[in-house]
């Protein structure tokens, strides 16, 4: 059995979960001695030899598993050949003594497969052969379950499928389950196999491709790192999702497709001239073309094209999709088209041309075929009013494409001005546009640039002053920088002229100031605007005045002023209504965006994820995806990890990450899931994560938001480390900025998680006097931060009630909290406010209290799978007694009971009575009669001997 490899493959089997459960069912009712096979198939390639393997060899009870493959048809030698292996992997495993008793006395037709098991009767029938094969198999099964595999059915000479075939059907009353693989397309057995599948004991399993998540983990598990959704997508777009061109892929996505023509060309091999003929116009033609374009192309006779389709079709070699075709591959394609002479590609792409100008005249497809044929002059006009008629589609990326398909070969013609219809400065400019639509920062900027280089000096004031705005609100979204661009535009276009693009720039310098939380600029700007909007009448210049006013309401309801976020509401609706009339997408979006994050500063988190996934299919439909649609998918994961639905924020921040987002954008989506990573407990994620935020926070020169988030992400990891000192700095640093700039939500959170850090820091040096005064300082510092805001929001009371819980750590104060959180239907704060009362509890003695508390927290933290909580209510329960509370004597050679070895472990670790008791919930009396116990029965006179004396005995 040939095989061709990558060299690459994958430590483990990605995906398959509801085929390998599949499997192991059919398996359980085999060992229930009931008829069961499984038929497994696929492409070429798609794992279907990886899941049988995986799958068996997990299998329960250890069966014994005997595998044969069939040859490629043409190479083979002799019949049976899979059965013959499998004979061979029986002797082996179990000996030939224990074979041929197995075996019939007087000779076995099986001697003539394996010459070892004694010589096979002179003559025997077709079908005594194939009851031996069914006795011998029944017959090990009496002991041991079996499982026999047969790979590539496709190949199978003729009494191969008949043996694989009979076993099928009386396979009977015996623990054996019977696995073939089959790959789909053209075979001698397909009328075979279609009506074994029609059996009740055979259960079919086709294999799909891979989706671009499992893409990505495959490509994770090769490489040894995090799953990169980006390049999960790009290698599943060029690999189909197979498994094996996954794997050749792995090295680097971008191989060449030379690199997989012994693996891709070997299944096109044996086809006819006109289905080579014919593949090799639909690898020209592109992904999906008519038959009338291929007969055009191919130029071969209309019955003969249709026979070579037909052949393609049910090769699998090409697919049908509403009256079009394509190759099922784009690695195939790209094999194809690789394969053909330069000579033979410049003809089939002008055939291709020829056959498009009357049919799609302004097709993207057109413009390409020309290039590609050589006729640069022919190609860049259609490009041109391609990329026009994709901006009219806001088809973006491909906009931008044919835009920089134009400029690339600006210079290989005479007169490029003259053939397009515009200066290549424009060229520039709506490249740049198109840039900023699809999310592509950094080019955006180079385009930008290079358009305002190209400006004519004796351009007006206006073309350079929008270049420039557009320039500033590109570097905005790469790292925050794009104020000074935008305020020199302004300065070109003094009050009273150009009032059109004034107002433009004023919103503009307003959005950008509101994430910088300059508020009172962002609301002079915004209103000056407006004005400008009113004067002209102009609703396309309202729209994004009214956005920032809207948002600016937001402001106002955290400043304590008059904020109404009813009215912020309607003027959100407004602002969108007017965008949409005009076909101004930015603001359009950005208005679902921040009415979102609104309502969920405001504690509305399911109407905010709801707008928020409404804005993102709007983002789709209108080809921003990677830009507002990323950020519209973090305003709808920020609300989903709030509401306890990780597991689906997770899955929205992946896919948004899979368009490759500019790095502000990917930064913010990155910090809901470092959150969620962190509050689960998984370190290595967390940590990657945390790492690339801070390396993002370092070269950005804005960004005030996301480094907010990122600082409070510091200080909690730093805690939990035990890292007190570092948390302690990095909240100081951050103190003074957070009463400058920040929004109260950030400065809350900061608050809360300062002083969380601060308790720890005390906590785990309770007898420093240095560290008790640097703690009492550093809590009044979060005390007069927290009463410098107002709580009018029921997030920021809770924020509120949490820290001043800390502070007091009273009972009453903690679960007034813990229902603040319970309010606003937030179970992981819920959770862990709750997990604090609990241990305040038990600082009491109030033991019932403590437990009902636990109980609570402990289903929300399970649901959540926030495991380091878990943990730390475990720990509650062991210190205090809570599962189990007998205090009598345990297994030991001392006598020692359950307490006092609490009291021991606690102890040997150099603990004070205090510290004793603080720690296990009980008095420094009762610590004080365990200590003097333990020194009796262990026989020692001071606490440094008992700890020794512990480890010596292996109690601890």
Not at 68 to 89: K, N, T, W, Y
Request: net charge negative; proline share 5%; aromatic share 4%.
């Amino acid at each position: 059995m040939r095989r061709v490899t990558t060299g690459v493959v994958s430590p483990v089997l990605v995906g398959r979960v509801a085929e390998g459960a599949s499997i192991r069912a059919v398996y359980e009712r085999a060992r229930s001695r009931q008829a069961a096979t499984v038929l497994i198939s696929g492409e070429a390639g798609i794992g279907k030899s990886r899941l049988v393997a995986e799958t068996v060899r997990h299998l329960p009870d250890s069966p014994l598993t005997l595998v044969g493959g069939c040859l490629e048809r043409g190479s083979q030698g002799a019949p049976f050949v899979p059965f013959v292996a499998i004979l061979r992997d029986l002797v082996r495993q179990l000996g030939r003594d224990q074979v041929t008793p197995l075996l019939p006395p007087g000779g076995s037709a099986l001697g003539d497969w394996l010459p070892d098991l004694g010589p096979a009767p002179e003559r025997y029938s077709r079908t005594r052969l194939l009851e031996e094969v069914l006795t011998l198999v029944s017959r090990v099964a009496r002991t041991r379950p079996v499982v026999v595999v047969v790979e590539d059915l496709h190949w199978a000479d003729e009494s191969t499928g008949e043996l694989f075939a009979y076993l099928t059907r009386n396979m009977t009353d015996a623990a054996v389950l019977l696995i073939g693989t089959l790959r789909t397309g053209e075979h001698p057995h397909r009328q075979l196999f279609a009506e074994l599948d029609r059996r009740p004991e055979m259960v079919h399993i086709a294999l799909d491709p891979l989706d671009e998540r499992q893409v990505s983990e495959l490509l994770a598990a090769i490489d040894g790192q995090p799953p990169d959704p980006a390049r999960g997508r790009r290698v599943h777009q060029r690999s189909g999702g197979n498994p094996m061109f996954v794997e050749a892929l792995s090295d680097v996505d971008e191989a060449p497709a030379e690199d997989l023509r012994g693996l891709l060309l070997a299944r096109i091999t044996d086809l006819g001239d006109a289905s080579r003929d014919l593949l090799s116009a639909m690898a020209v033609a592109g992904t999906e073309v008519s038959d009338e374009l291929l007969l055009d192309v191919c130029g071969l006779p209309e019955r003969q094209t249709h026979e070579a389709l037909r052949d393609l079709v049910e090769l699998g070699h090409a697919v049908p999709r509403d009256e079009r075709y394509s190759i099922r591959h784009d690695l195939i394609r790209e094999v194809v088209y690789t394969s053909l002479l330069p000579g033979e590609r410049r003809l089939l792409h002008r055939r291709c041309a020829a056959a498009l100008t009357d049919r799609e005249p302004d097709s993207a497809a057109l413009a390409e075929h020309w290039m590609a044929a050589g006729q640069v002059d022919a190609a860049l006009p259609v490009a041109w009013r391609a990329a026009c008629h994709a901006a009219r589609l806001h088809a973006r990326d491909e906009e931008l494409q044919l835009l920089e398909l134009i400029l690339a070969n600006w210079e290989r013609v005479v007169d490029p001005a003259g053939l397009v219809g515009a200066g290549r400065a424009e060229v520039l400019r709506r490249a740049a546009s198109a840039a900023f639509a699809t999310g592509r920062s950094n080019r955006g900027v180079a385009l930008s640039t290079a358009a305002l280089d190209e400006l004519d000096p004796t351009a007006g004031p206006e073309r350079r002053a929008t270049l420039l705005g557009l320039r500033g609100q590109l570097r905005q979204r790469l790292d925050g920088t794009g104020t000074q661009d935008l305020e020199h535009a302004l300065t070109l276009l003094p009050p009273g002229t150009s009032t059109d693009v004034r107002s433009r720039l004023l919103s503009t310098l307003a959005i950008v100031g509101i994430g910088a939380h300059r508020h009172g600029e962002s609301r002079r700007h915004a209103i000056e605007a407006l004005r400008l909007a009113d004067q002209l009448d102009d609703d396309g210049l309202r729209a994004p005045a009214l956005l920032v006013l809207a948002m600016l309401v937001l402001h106002d309801v955290f400043s304590g002023t008059d904020g109404d976020t009813e009215l912020s509401r309607r003027r959100f609706a407004e602002s969108r209504r007017l965008a949409e009339s005009v076909g101004d997408d930015h603001t359009f979006l950005t208005s679902f965006q921040w009415e979102s994050l609104m309502l969920g500063y405001s504690g509305r988190y399911e109407e905010a994820v709801e707008l928020a996934r409404t804005g993102q299919r709007e983002a789709d439909r209108l080809g921003h995806a990677r830009s507002r649609g990323s950020m519209l998918a973090m305003a709808r994961a920020a609300n989903l990890r709030t509401l306890g639905r990780w597991d689906e924020a997770v899955e929205v921040v992946q896919n948004a990450l899979a368009d490759g987002p500019p790095p502000l954008y990917a930064a913010a989506l990155r910090l809901v899931t470092a959150d969620i990573a962190y509050c689960r407990g998984e370190a290595d994620q967390f940590e990657l994560l945390l790492r690339q935020l801070v390396e993002f926070a370092r070269h950005a020169h804005s960004a005030d938001e996301v480094k907010a988030e990122i600082a409070i992400l510091r200080i909690s990891w730093a805690a939990e480390q035990g890292d007190h000192d570092l948390a302690d700095r990095v909240l100081g640093e951050h103190l003074a900025p957070a009463r400058a700039a920040w929004l109260p939500p950030e400065v809350m959170r900061l608050a809360l998680v300062g002083a969380r850090a601060q308790r720890a820091r005390r906590v785990a040096a309770p007898r420093n006097r240095q560290v008790a005064a640097a703690v009492t300082a550093r809590f009044a510092e979060i005390t007069a931060l927290v009463e410098a805001r107002y709580a009018a929001t029921p997030e920021l009371a809770a924020h509120r009630l949490t820290i001043e819980a800390i502070a007091a750590d009273q009972l009453p104060a903690w679960d007034r909290a813990a229902e603040a959180w319970r309010h606003l239907h937030n179970p992981y704060q819920t959770a862990v406010v709750l997990t604090d009362a609990a241990a305040t509890a038990l600082a009491s003695n109030n033991r019932p209290g403590a437990l009902s508390r636990l109980r609570e927290a402990g289903a929300l933290a399970a649901r959540l799978r926030a495991t380091p909580l878990l943990t730390r209510m475990d720990d509650l329960k062991r210190r205090g007694r809570l599962v189990d509370n007998d205090d009598g004597p345990t297994v030991n050679d001392f006598g020692l009971t359950r307490r006092e070895l609490d009291v021991l472990q606690v102890l040997a670790r150099g603990r004070s009575n205090t510290q004793i008791a603080d720690e296990l919930f009980i008095s420094g009396n009762t610590v004080a009669t365990h200590v003097a116990r333990i020194l009796t029965k262990l026989g020692v006179t001071t606490r440094t001997e008992a700890a020794a004396r512990a480890h010596e005995s292996g109690l601890l």
